[in-house]
């Protein structure tokens, strides 16, 4: 879907997209398709692509925003539809963009301290959850999922050291009231689309953004006893060119080794890190024994980063 189609919707246009945020295509979820089946998707090319069946998992772990389903949770489906084991599986919520690497950070811990091998799954049908008629909001989005295997072994990157952080006094920042027990469901609130209104206050993200992942990039450098100079490129979450770029400036990198692909899918959430590491990786721009720094921020607010060997 570009740019262009949402002017059939609000008043919008390719240049005040493109200017505000760098972002000129994203994709929609078929009417038919549901988070499950996204996440199966991304499960089973994860598998594919570390040589694995889904009998060798131990654990599951999906971060959504937009579950299956209120009840159970969507990694239930998930268990069930790849066919794997009776092993735990569960949900990562509310952590919005973040959900991704948060589930990378427990599985990591996981493994450190039992072995094994967990399947962590981002998915985000976001163009379902949002209002199409908030222009402010609902041309950032997209729908996507994205997967990775963590164990102790396999053909992918190490992963050197994780931190993360969480800033409860800026919750209302990235929200969507609507729908807990604080504001339930009601016929009034779904009359005025509330429970679709995502609240976003765009400079308080901004400002907190750049400087939560330029100090969680710094810190895991820091607690690997690495350093800036070191780092072959830089996967940040893919929400706005601008936030991207004043990252870079603040760590003092240049704008190339960062790298982008919001262009093709906008915000996805909780999927944009994996789908982001999976483009670099399939575009061949991460070459073996690169440093690589992840790092993402989310609703919460929630942020944190992850230094990879490859």
Known sequence: MTNADWAKYVDTSD?????????????????G?????????????????????????????????????????????????????????YDLGGGGCYGFLQGVDIARSRVLHNGGTILVVGVQLLLRLIDWKDRNSCVLFGDAAGAAIV??????????SMVSGTDGSHSGAISLPVGGTRYPFTLEAAQKNLHTRVTLEGRVVFK??????????????????????????????QANL??????????????EKFFVNLQEYGNTGSASLAVALWDAMQQKVIRKGDLVLLTAFGAGLHWGAALLQF
């Not at 240049?15 to 979820?29: F, L, M, P, Q, S």
């Not at 907190?208 to 996967?235: F, W």
């Not at 601008?242 to 704008?255: M, N, Y």
């Open 15 to 31: 240049e005040w997209i493109t200017a505000r945020t760098g972002i000129k295509r994203r994709h929609v979820a078929a009417d």
């Open 33 to 89: 398709e549901s988070t499950a089946d996204l996440a199966v998707k991304a499960a089973q090319s994860a598998l594919s692509a570390a040589g694995l069946a889904p009998e060798a998992l131990d654990e599951i772990i999906v971060a959504t925003d937009t579950p299956e389903m209120r009840i159970p949770d969507t990694a239930s489906f998930v268990q069930h539809r790849l066919g794997a084991r009776e092993v735990p599986a």
């Open 151 to 160: 164990g102790t072994s396999g053909p992918g990157p190490e992963i050197l």
């Open 208 to 237: 907190e953004a750049v400087r939560r992942m330029t100090q969680a990039s710094r810190d895991v450098l820091a607690k690997a006893g690495r350093s800036v100079g070191e780092i072959a490129l830089v996967v940040p979450h």
């Open 242 to 255: 601008r936030i991207i770029e004043a990252v870079a400036e603040h760590l003092g990198l240049p704008r």
